[in-house]
């Protein structure tokens, strides 16, 4: 039934193939054991509800059925695309913000490296997975949770990021399934144009909080307080700190800092 549903919005795309699942644990798993067989750069698993999706950094994704969207593409390296590894987030991602711009006419901003939000809060996460054999870099997924319905996004109480979801913005609701084919349209656009120019200015023109302050944290070392100017060509996150020098945050996360910390620091010129 879904099946049939998802023809009509996605056999005119230019997929080489794609893989419906009534219910799944995680899609990047049926992708990863994919990608091991034979599965073609560009090929799409698409789940119906997941019971087991994944987040980054050891996180739970939850997926609501009917209000969520989970899928996953497989990259593959190949003659025709480019494959620079480090740009796949931010693919999965702009591919996002600018579907859901020319779909409904919605803003979102990307809060690097690997978030979509609408008015500051998480719409969407994105989970990019590489698959190795021995030494050899076979390819990797992209795996993109989207909350669309209101039903999609979890109770407040244990989230880690403010939520919300693609209708709550719209006032209305839509076909999980047009918001599929709007991020697959964009992905597939860029999906051979990843070391252009353009992509890197794509990304950084919709990167959150830009010349706002951040709390950054790279796991590893104490948490740091910078400003956000933009990303380096490498595609890290440039940060102007309180001591006026340049920080480049290669993994990690971000967190916007609340306004009266904004204001202590000095403003604009700060
Ligand atoms: C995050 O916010 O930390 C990333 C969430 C990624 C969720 C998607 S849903 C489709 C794919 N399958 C998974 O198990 N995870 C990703």
Redesign the pocket.
């Known amino acids: 039934m879904e099946s049939t549903a998802l023809d009509h919005w996605l056999s005119d795309l230019n997929l080489p193939t794609w893989r419906y699942y009534e219910e799944v644990g ?4 049926i992708a990863l054991a994919w990608l091991d067989r034979d599965a073609p750069d560009s090929a799409l698993v698409v789940a119906g509800h ?1 019971t ?6 050891g ?1 739970t ?1 939850i ?1 609501v059925p009917e209000a969520g969207l ?3 593409l497989i990259v593959r390296p190949n003659a025709q695309s480019p494959f620079p590894v480090e740009r796949l987030t931010a693919l999965g991602a702009l591919a996002v913000t600018q579907a859901f711009k020319a779909g409904f006419g919605v803003d979102a901003h990307i809060k690097w490296p ?2 979509v939000l609408i008015a500051g809060r998480k719409v969407c ?3 990019v997975e590489l698959a190795w054999q021995e030494e050899q870099l076979q390819g990797a997924v992209v ?3 989207i909350n669309v319905g209101r039903a999609a996004v979890p109770p407040a109480e244990g989230l880690h990021y403010p939520a919300t979801s693609l209708e709550e913005a719209l006032g209305h609701p839509i076909n999980r399934w047009e918001v599929l084919r709007r991020v697959l349209e964009a992905f597939l656009a860029w999906r051979s144009r990843l070391t252009d120019p353009e992509f890197m200015a794509a990304w950084e023109q919709h990167l959150a909080f830009r010349g706002e302050w951040v709390q950054a944290s790279d796991g590893l070392n104490p948490p740091l307080v910078g400003r956000v100017e933009g990303l380096s060509p490498e595609g890290h996150l440039r940060l102007r700190l309180e001591d006026g020098s340049e920080y480049r945050l290669s993994a990690g996360e971000i967190r916007p800092l609340p306004a009266p910390f904004a204001e202590s620091s000095g403003g604009e010129d700060a």
């Open positions: 995680s899609t990047n798993d997941q087991h999706g994944r987040g980054r950094l996180r994704w997926s989970a899928f996953t690997n978030d996460g994105i989970l795996g993109i949770g």
